[in-house]
């Protein structure tokens, strides 16, 4: 509630620092970790990085909330099993659809590679198999693709 | 059905399970059908008995006869041994009318039983999970392949420190390969715990194998101790002109600055048939030779000692910076750790030290997010812990050392913030905003602006003016 009550403020893009939140969708707290262990990476110190972790069901409400602010890069991971496979697909075109300037990356260790393949179609822009993937993207993306979605906004 | 005292136990315990079984005969006809499979089907099962269940045979227009076709085993079973289906019986109804009654679609396993006349199938539903491959062992079986292509390609520097598919580990076996191919002197500069040493003499055995070898390690050294300790190569050296020796220096940039020199003047002396193997840390510096007279050896001996900047003189840089190899801490090269574990794995396992075959997803993930302090020794050490305690054929996180087991991460909000605002310039932003919005509001007319915003016609102007200039000379 106080996260709405600030961010409905017209605030100036200038007097705020950059921030980074990442947002983990997962069953248990495997690329929770991994995220919290690699986002920093390449990160000028300007900028703040947070990790925050949601339901499918409120990642949507959530990256609406959190892109109130100005200067606010949100990436989103989503862990994609075969249980939850159809509901994370849904969740994952819906963002898309709704804020497409979100980068979203599905975790697709536990899904069969015939799986995968569609995943772009969704949305999901990045793949990433294992934990250990994550270092060279995360340093990728604020190295990188983060100043380039600065200048877009 | 046999009715033996044995058999009809069997028979109870399959009608107390909840998971529909029924066999067909060597003649493909339905013997045997469990309480579980009438649930499910919603009729009276003696009603199938002896019907044929044979995939693509004729069937007659019974109901019944159709309903024991949609139980019978897929094409090829007989060859196959086992099958698993999605079965979905229907039962169409006796009027002849087009409507059929369906029955939920059920996983079921058919398996052979024997394989000459006497064959019969046994077909259980339920769930089964062996069809999905075990994810641990596909991922270290992944991993086993990336290593033997990296073990056939880089055999001549296989030292597992080097092993890895980042772009770290990659350059660094480009300098190694050059390294093992040329007889000069070396540096590496890496972290602590990078495996420098072990690096050094496998290049130094791909290069110079018979070359008389000697380990000094440079903070314990002074020219004279220097002198003792590679006493046996110096003697080679001046016996023979032809004779060639290599001294592998620990912690080089460690070392005083008096031996330092006396180790550059051996060099000389011996003109390049003495060669040095100098392992530093990370980021040595450049003596000032102007400091030197400032930097001696402290008067008293003291447990606190001043952190000393490790240091190098110039003539020992422009010798072992001929060829350098720099090793990245582990930290920053994680997608090799999975690469580097299993090699470790590998090596403890040939030595005897343990059973275990492989580490599994769980026990990786620790090692990737742990962040290695003592890198590569590090990681040696807790392989070597887990291989020795893990009973099984799998390395679990329960077998790492607890510091790692009980790692976890937390991500650090970076410290610096943007604190820099100017309030003029806010109120500048702002004021600005306020007349733009005016001047909108009144199609341009300045005038009119002014009187909405409570100003003079002539501050307006002066204000707009200013934006302009500003503006004029940021585009500049």
Redesign the interface.
Known sequence: MSERASTSLDI?P????PEVV?IVCEDGS?WV????????GG?????????RIADEDEVLGLVNSLLRRPKRTVFVVWEMT?KTLAVKCRAITTLALTAPQILQIAAV??IPMRYRSILSEFGATLQIR????M??IALRLNEQVLPGLARLR | MTAGTKIRNLMRLFDASDAPVWAIGPDGKLVYLSAATAVWLGIDVETLLDRRAVAGSPVSDDPMDQLAATLSAPPGLLARGTASLRVQPHLPSKSGSPAVHRIESLDVRFVRIGQNESTIVFAIGGDFDDRTTNEDLTDAALIRQQLDTWRKRHSSIATIATVGTSLASRRTRSRLQVAASVRSHLGFFGPTGSASESIARHIHHANADREPLVMVDGPLMDPELLDASIVSAINQLTDSPDALATVIVRELDDMPIDAQRHLVHLVDLFDDRFRVIGLCCDKPTILNEALIEERELPHKLSIETDAVPRQLISDLVEMVGALTITLEPLASRVKDIPLLASAILDARRAAGEGRAERIGRAAMDSLVVYPWPSNFDELDAAIRHAIRIAPGDSIGPEHLPLAIRSYHPHAKPQSEKVTTISLDKKLEAYEMKMIESALEATDGNRAAAARALGITRSRLIRRIEAELKSKDEKSS
């Open positions: 100036s200038e007097i705020v620092s990442w495997r970790e991994t995220v919290r262990c690699f986002c920093l990160a000028t110190n300007s900028v703040r990085v947070s990790v075969p260790t536990a294992q934990p250990e993937e270092q060279a």
